[in-house]
T-cell receptor
Framework: DQQVKQNSPSLSVQEGRISILNCDYT??????FLWYKKYPAEGPTFLIS?????DKNEDGRFTVFLNKSAKHLSLHIVPSQPGDSAVYFC????????????FGKGTKLSVKP | DGGITQSPKYLFRKEGQNVTLSCEQN?????MYWYRQDPGQGLRLIYY???????QKGDIAEGYSVSREKKESFPLTVTSAQKNPTAFYLC????????????FGDGTRLSIL
């Protein structure tokens, strides 16, 4: 059973508007969440992370929100740019684990000029 | 520049052959990981190593083997026992312990002839 779910396989947004990518999880023992961006035939690139003790983390155009009661996190990209077009993976880490991550299946974001 | 190097980028294997994928990092990270990505799927953990001369099975270790003789290197062997080896293989590394992001190489695509 999937512990990290990205229910939207794809998302299309107009350049300059906000992109919101969503991620749900089932395990309350996760203590650290990450977002990765991946272009075709390349490895994922780390974007932003959030600890379970916070509800928001911001880095430039990227903001991650965490709602622990709903077991939901989201990545906001404002403003969206064509170069943001990629697959975005949500990942979660078990608390106290050796750093192993559980990944969602990814959401393909297309930002149209 | 520091980073993770995976080679080769593309690899072809005949059925019944073992093949070894290379992963080298110069980030001075203690922990290293191997993932497999299939189309439309997230990353699934094959093996991981927190320290030299020690490694642990991940979620899908059957048909794979690894070694960790040096801190910088974590080669993955896909054996003939792996029935469906065609996939995109990703190597990652991180600082061991605590919530740290994993950094990825650019992957090796393995195909069966």
């Amino acid at each position: 059973d999937q512990q990290v779910k990205q229910n939207s396989p794809s998302l299309s947004v107009q350049e300059g508007r906000i992109s919101i990518l969503n991620c749900d999880y089932t395990n309350s023992m996760f203590d650290y969440f990450l977002w990765y961006k991946k272009y075709p035939a390349e490895g994922p690139t780390f974007l932003i992370s959030i600890s379970s003790i916070k509800d928001k983390n911001e880095d430039g155009r990227f903001t991650v929100f965490l709602n622990k009661s709903a077991k939901h996190l989201s990545l906001h990209i404002v403003p969206s740019q064509p170069g943001d077009s990629a697959v975005y993976f949500c990942a979660a880490r078990y608390g106290g684990s050796q750093g192993n991550l559980i990944f969602g299946k990814g959401t393909k974001l297309s930002v149209k000029p | 520049d520091g980073g993770i190097t995976q080679s080769p980028k593309y690899l072809f294997r005949k059925e019944g052959q073992n093949v070894t994928l290379s992963c080298e990092q110069n980030l001075n990270h203690d922990a290293m990981y191997w993932y497999r990505q299939d189309p439309g799927q997230g990353l699934r953990l094959i093996y991981y190593s927190q320290i030299v001369n020690d490694f642990q099975k991940g979620d899908i270790a059957e048909g794979y083997s690894v070694s960790r003789e040096k801190k910088e290197s974590f080669p993955l062997t896909v054996t003939s026992a792996q029935k469906n080896p065609t996939a995109f293989y990703l190597c990652a590394s991180s600082i061991a312990g605590g919530p740290q992001p994993q950094h990825f190489g650019d992957g090796t695509r393995l195909s069966i002839l």
